[in-house]
């Protein structure tokens, strides 16, 4: 349960910068510290007690004389793979995001959310 | 047929091999790149044409790894998937198509890239059956578009950028965290596998909710509802019209569908509610708040998501709405219907609006007139957009509104609102676009992307008719008529270079089809009231359009197709079979007459147009409420109706608009006053009749089910009563023979709208007999005033005068007409006016009839300032040397004059067919009798017609050669040789006193004059407006802000859907 | 007051999903899929590491769409950045001695290390994108240290548009031979626990290493250039 609220927690931190700060570069590090709560719990959401890691180099992790693992020795590997594609795919947007503030900056010589307010009403 | 997952690989080794060919040229790339668009637009159409015609029957499983779900990931193709995939890869290849004509950014190659990357992503988002792989899908799709959107890499697309991106984060964040939890709360990642394991009960305990509302919450974000769609209007309006076409064409319906299907798998139990009220919400909100919106990027954007609000809502009946039967299909026809038609339309707005460069909606002036292909696509994308038929939008409301379960009838009324709202402010852009002058436009890229799409849209209007009339199980002659107004009306527009030959094509056609109809034998061998409106309306429109001949050479190729449509909606409206016909032929009418003023002048027919649309919209509704029976199409005789009153008062605004009656009359003056002369006759004459006939129709039908109905007629009555009186007077005030004409027509239709409300046999003879009689003198008047106008070159009366020594067979027809107007024996009008009388001494209406005879001379005093003014007094200088109004007008006039003479002296000519026509209406007896030839006779008397004529003849003529024989005694003076008060006049000008003829009575009868009624409209309009600019203000621009709106509006979700935590 | 109304509304949404997150058991075993991938993801792919197994094999197509992304990104972001002297007026410092002398002794030691994670990505944690990532900060380490160094976009773009073909590629020639998308029956799966094992996997990972490297690599390249003066 710690391991859950921690992740929230961070979760809404990151959700707080987006929603608070002013600084855009900021905000891509409050997105950015979503991203990694989010994998956070996801990954304990995934957690056994008692298992170990889903590598089976060790043969004593198989069933009795066969090629197939005993399933109770291993914690869940589908929400690693998750992770896997899901922190890449942050790392993604995360570089798009920093793009699109470069050139903002090169326009605008501000990353000041204020100065960029012209698209409303 | 193809195998999906193909398209997707295909164009991923395309995507890939770009980034090495980039080194190979621009030319290279690009050849790729259609290459590889080609090859999925074929694939993805064969496997859609596969499912259409069934060659396909089921949908499509692919196993990708050749793992069964839900160990492995699987797409699932299914028809509606396919389909969405067509419209993706279309408006896909059209956008990029403009954009590269436009001077697509540099570097090209990558752009190509992100735009492949895009269509790939939303394809595999629709395809794909697992919940992870969707998350993937969507990251490629919003990646995509984040760098498509950034790409003009100004100030204005960057902001969109990156405001797009923090809340497509939050927006992927809730996406992920939802599948990831579904999987721990289910056992797998597939949409199926998950769906098995859940059922309905399961939501009621605390886990599943949650989790269901944030991955649904995640995709509803990316649906731009209100309030957290600020990001969504910034991108409409900062980004590269070309990306924008694809993003609110394509790639967001994905989501949409994405959407819908996954609160199905997921059976999701408040989907209705949650898509009534972010539905309804962000549909009203942005139909409201585009009003004041000078941008026209950023009004098309609040179109596109109040589209999207709809959608959202007819999403959520659709799937857990509880419809059955022909609603749930009318339901899904609505869906696929506005999703084709907002696709089509809206990307080609945006191509139109980025090739013509103008942002500010006020630089748009004279954007139609000036280009006339442009302004045809762009009309043709404006008006399937808002809703008018036969285009596809029309249809798809019209299911809409029928497939909506009756207990929701509060959301008929709001979608019609925002409906009313949304013609609006469309058409305020398109009145000052068709003004007429402006520039011509001279713009770089080409318009081929948007003739694709407007061509795609007209033959889906087909598409929709067709599907319309199937579906609901009409009549099929509806549909045979409809096509065959359209094409009747296009083969006159193909002939436009000519107005000669449309002239000659019209009339032909007119004439030929009224001689198929007479020998038709289903039509003569029953006469009712609708042949009755039929002959009205046929025989007045060859006539009116005989007249047009010598006017026409100023008007524009389109006022002879668009007076075809007009005529034929209205018999049309006449022969319809039941409500939802009526409605159809009805709203026809209404927006080619509406295209027809505006080719006058803009601000009327502007105002004509949003009236007559709350009238119609109004009749929706109300037949809305009578709609019964598994089809839901009311018909006529219906035997129990649940709302009488409201359906009664609902369909019955729509007439009353039409007839102008009074409070709904601010539209008359200006639009009769200021649209082509050729058309008002038609206008005044014909087309308020069909508000007639409408009457006519819901008293006959609707009335009998009320109870108290006679206070209702009574009320309409008194309706009637002050139009006649009130409109008189302004008439007598007017300055512009038009517009006294206008007020004129409102005030004799309110006559005959008393007689209707009378609802006996002699009050719809007077009613009747009056229409007819209306329609040749108002008729005649106009006629001749167009031929006055047409040779004077003004309107304005105190500019005229002396006009019968010019014109004098004009005078005669004139003074015919206005004889006939004021109800004076011998000719036709007093028929009229004596069975009218006699029906309000029957019923003892007493204040009403005091106030019609009250209006009847008032009525001749504007009678007489139109002959004083015009024909009468000095002559002046520049009118010396006009001639009589051209042959035809006179033909027509004289044609019209000498009916009323013969009517006068026999108004058996009229009254045998409203006989007919009221006996069918369930009355036995006219309520008056015929004895011997001429002699009519009522309880309160008789009248003699032929004997009264004699009578008047005679005196004529006794009075004629006494004059004859004083002639030769009178010394003749000149207009101008008089002197009074020791001046003698030297011009006409000063003798004439046309000008401000009853200007004395003015004070006595201010109060009543004031225009109270229209300064009402006017200050509740500015209200609005001034509401609307407030709250648009909603939308600061700040992006903290726009992101607070998303974690305020999950709170609020949260809170109503899930009470368990507080 | 900003601060006030967000704090307000993020802790009643945090709430609502701490109350779920309440009800979600942690620690205890699970049930559905992963049953099936943990059992008999040796004896279907011969390949140790089980995420690996899922990552490129069971979810495959997933790990195609995420090298899109990362393609999509890089594209993305050198099309934005296309000749942007955006940050001129920054400038780069010349490093120090110490980092310099480590760089030249850790580069090829760390381009070691992340070709062996994805070669490895079958019996060891880690594979391709790890493996990439590393090399990538190797890379980064370069340009920390010189400010002269520059990478060979025409090579790093071919390097990845070929790996990204392989993969695609590989995909249909399953499609082709096994009549499904990314089969891993096209070449024998090999012994548990040996190198050359698991079929398609190791191709596939070393592809996407490779794929990985290079467009991290680009990325930084793109994102220092808009600083260099020429």
């Known amino acids: 349960m710690v391991f859950f609220a921690a992740s929230l927690l961070l979760i809404f931190i990151g959700l707080y910068a987006a929603l608070v700060k002013r600084n855009l570069i900021k905000i891509i590090i409050g997105l950015s510290i979503m991203d990694t709560g989010v994998n956070m719990l996801i990954i304990s959401l995934g957690f056994v007690k008692g298992r170990t890691a889903p590598i089976i180099s060790l043969k004593d992790l198989f069933k009795k004389g066969s090629l197939l693992v005993d399933v109770s020795k291993v914690v869940d590997p589908l929400p690693q793979a998750l992770v896997l594609t899901a922190i890449v795919i942050g790392v993604a947007v995360t570089a798009m995001a920093l793009s699109v503030v470069i050139r903002m900056y090169s326009v605008k010589k501000s990353i000041e959310i204020d100065d960029f307010k012209e698209l409303k009403w | ?1062 | ?230």
Request: overall charge positive.
């Open chain 2, 1 to 1062: 047929m193809v195998n999906p997952v193909v398209i997707i690989a295909v164009t991923l080794i395309a995507a890939f091999s770009i980034g090495i060919f980039q080194f190979l040229g621009k030319k290279f790339v690009r050849g790729v790149f259609w290459l590889t668009i080609l090859f999925d637009f074929t694939a993805i159409l064969s496997i859609a044409y596969g499912f259409l015609t069934k060659v396909i029957k089921a949908p499509i499983m692919v196993k990708i790894g050749g793992f069964p779900p839900p160990i492995g990931i699987n797409l699932y193709v299914d028809q509606l998937s396919a389909y969405l995939g067509v419209v993706v890869f279309f408006i896909g290849a059209m956008a990029a198509y403009h954009w590269i004509n436009r001077g697509i950014d540099d570097p090209e190659p990558k752009a190509l890239v992100l735009m492949l990357l895009l269509l790939l992503g939303s394809t595999g988002m629709i395809f794909t059956q697992d919940f992870f792989n969707l998350f993937v899908f969507i990251e490629i799709t919003s990646i995509a578009s984040y760098g498509l959107v950034a790409s003009k890499l100004d100030g204005f697309s960057l902001e969109a950028a990156f405001k797009y991106i923090v809340v497509g984060s939050i927006s992927s964040t809730f996406v992920l965290l939802g599948a990831v939890l579904l999987y721990k709360f289910a056992g797998s990642l597939n949409m199926l596998d998950i769906s098995n394991h859940i059922n309905k009960s399961m939501y009621s305990g605390g886990m599943l909710i949650i989790i269901s509302i944030m991955f649904l919450f995640g995709l509803l974000i990316e649906l731009e509802v209100f309030p957290m769609n600020g990001w969504a209007l910034d991108i409409y309006q900062g980004a590269n019209p070309a990306v924008v076409a694809i993003l609110a064409g394509g790639i967001v319906k994905g989501f949409y569908l994405v959407f819908v299907r996954s609160a199905n798998y997921l059976k999701f139990p408040y989907l209705l509610k949650i898509g009534i009220i972010f539905g309804l919400a962000t549909y009203l909100v942005s139909q409201f708040f585009a009003w004041k919106q000078k941008d026209i990027r950023r009004l098309f954007g609040y179109s596109s998501v109040g589209q999207l609000g709809l959608l959202i809502l007819a999403g959520a009946f659709y799937i857990n709405g509880n419809l059955t039967g022909f609603a749930k299909k009318y339901m899904l026809f609505a869906i696929i219907f506005f999703v084709l038609n907002h696709s089509f339309s809206k990307s080609t707005l945006f191509f139109l609006a980025d090739l013509f460069g103008k942002r500010n909606i006020e630089e748009w002036k004279g954007a139609i007139s000036q280009n006339k292909f442009f302004g045809f696509l762009f009309s043709s994308s404006v008006l399937s957009m808002a809703g008018a038929p036969p285009f596809l939008g029309f249809w798809a409301k019209l299911f809409f509104i029928l497939a909506i379960p009756r207990q929701y009838f509060y959301i008929v009324v709001l979608v019609l609102i925002g409906a009313a709202a949304e013609i609006l402010y469309y058409f305020n852009l398109y009145r000052i676009a068709s003004e007429n002058d402006g520039e011509v436009l001279d713009y770089k890229g080409s318009i081929i992307p948007s003739l694709f799409n407007v061509l795609v849209l007209l033959g889906l209007a087909v598409l929709g008719a067709y599907k319309f009339f199937t579906i609901t199980g009409m009549e099929i002659q509806n549909a045979k008529f409809l096509a065959f107004i359209t094409v009747s009306a296009i083969a006159v527009l193909i002939i436009g270079i000519s107005r000669i030959a449309q002239w000659i094509l019209a009339l032909g056609m007119l004439i030929s089809f009224s001689y198929h109809l007479i020998r038709n034998q289903n039509f003569v061998s029953v006469f009712n009231i609708q042949s009755f409106f039929v002959i009205l309306v046929l025989v007045g429109a060859v006539i009116f359009l005989f007249a047009t001949y010598p006017l026409s050479k100023k008007y524009s190729a389109s006022f002879y197709p668009l007076f075809i449509f007009t005529v034929f909606s209205m018999v049309g409206i006449s022969v319809a079979s039941n409500w939802i016909s009526l409605f159809i032929f009805w709203e026809l009418m209404s927006w080619s007459s509406y295209l027809l003023i505006n080719q006058g002048s803009k601000k009327p027919a502007w105002i004509y147009l949003v009236m007559s649309a709350i009238g119609g919209y109004s009749m929706l509704a109300g037949i809305k409420l009578l709609s019964t029976g598994s089809n839901l199409i009311p018909v006529f005789k219906a035997s129990a109706i649940a709302a009488p009153v409201w359906a009664a008062i609902l369909i019955f605004t729509a007439f009353l608009v039409k007839m102008g009656t009074a409070p709904l009359h601010i539209w008359a003056r200006d639009a009769y006053g200021e649209s082509p002369d050729g058309f008002t006759p038609l206008l005044s004459g014909v087309l308020s009749k069909m508000g007639v006939f409408g009457a006519i129709l819901t008293i006959v039908y609707l009335i009998p089910h009320i109870s108290h109905s006679n206070i209702i007629l009574y009320g309409l009555a008194w309706f009637g009563a002050l139009t006649a009186l009130f409109m008189a007077l302004l008439a007598v005030f007017q300055e512009d023979v038009k517009k006294i004409l206008a007020y004129s027509s409102i005030s004799q239709v309110g006559y005959i709208l008393i007689g209707i409300a009378l609802a006996t046999s002699l009050g719809y003879s007077a009613a009747l007999y009056h229409t007819v009689n209306h329609l040749i003198f108002k008729g005649l008047l106009f006629v001749a005033a167009a031929g006055i106008i047409y040779r004077t070159g003004t309107s304005y009366l105190p500019e005229m005068g002396g006009l019968i020594r010019r014109m004098p067979f004009t005078f005669l027809a004139f003074l015919m007409g206005i004889i006939t107007l004021a109800g004076i024996p011998p000719l036709s009008g007093f028929a009229g006016k004596w069975l009218l009388y006699s029906a309000l001494l029957e019923k003892r209406w007493m204040f009403i009839l005091l106030i019609a005879m009250f209006a009847s001379i008032v009525a001749f005093m504007y009678c007489y300032k139109l002959l004083h003014a015009i024909f009468l007094g000095q002559l002046r200088d520049k009118y010396r040397d006009t001639k009589e109004v051209p042959l035809p007008i006179v033909i027509i006039e004289l044609i019209l004059a000498g009916l009323t003479m013969a009517v006068g002296m026999k108004p058996s000519l009229i009254l045998r067919f409203s006989d007919k026509a009221i006996k069918t209406l369930g009355f036995s007896n006219p309520g008056y009798a015929y004895e011997g030839a001429h002699r009519i006779v009522s309880k309160f008397g008789y009248w003699n017609a032929y004997f009264m004529a004699v009578f008047a003849i005679g005196s004529f003529i006794i009075a004629l050669v006494l004059f004859f024989l004083v002639k030769a005694k009178i010394r003749k003076v000149g207009q101008l040789d008089i002197g009074y008060a020791g001046e003698v006049p030297d011009s006409p000008e000063s003798v004439h006193f046309g000008y401000d003829l009853y200007a004395h009575m003015r004070r006595a009868v201010r109060v009543f004059i004031y225009p109270h009624v229209e300064n009402s409209y006017r200050r509740i309009y500015q209200g609005l407006m001034a509401f609307v600019d407030y709250t648009r203000r909603f939308y600061t621009g700040d992006l903290n802000t726009y992101a607070l709106w998303v974690i305020i509006t999950l709170s609020f979700i949260f809170y109503i859907l899930y009470k368990g935590v507080f």
């Open chain 3, 1 to 230: 007051m900003r601060k006030i109304v967000a704090i307000f509304f993020l802790t009643i949404v945090g709430l609502y999903m701490l109350s779920l997150f309440a009800q979600i058991p942690f620690g205890k075993p699970y049930k559905g899929v992963s049953e099936h991938y943990v059992e008999r993801g040796i004896v279907e792919n011969r390949g140790s590491n089980l995420v690996t197994s899922i990552v490129v094999n069971y979810r495959g197509f997933d790990t195609l769409g995420e090298v899109t992304v990362l393609f999509l990104a890089a594209t993305g972001l050198s099309f934005l950045l296309f000749s942007c002297k955006c940050l001129r007026e920054f400038k780069r410092i010349r490093s120090s001695l110490v980092l310099r002398t480590a760089t030249d002794t850790l580069f090829p030691l760390i381009l070691l290390f992340g070709a062996y994670i994805f070669i490895h990505g079958h019996l060891t944690p880690g594979g391709g994108f790890q493996g990439g990532s590393v090399i990538a900060s190797g890379v980064m380490l370069l340009f920390l240290a010189y400010r002269s160094f520059h990478v060979n976009h025409k090579a790093l773009s071919t390097i990845e548009s070929l790996a990204g073909i392989t993969f695609a590629g590989i995909g249909l020639v399953g499609l082709i031979y096994a009549k499904s998308f990314l089969a891993n029956s096209v070449i024998s799966l090999g012994q548990w626990n040996k190198l050359f094992s698991a079929g398609l996997i190791p191709f596939i990972y070393i592809a996407v290493g490779f794929k990985v490297g290079a467009e991290l690599s680009g990325l930084i390249s793109d994102m220092i250039s808009t600083t260099k003066e020429d």
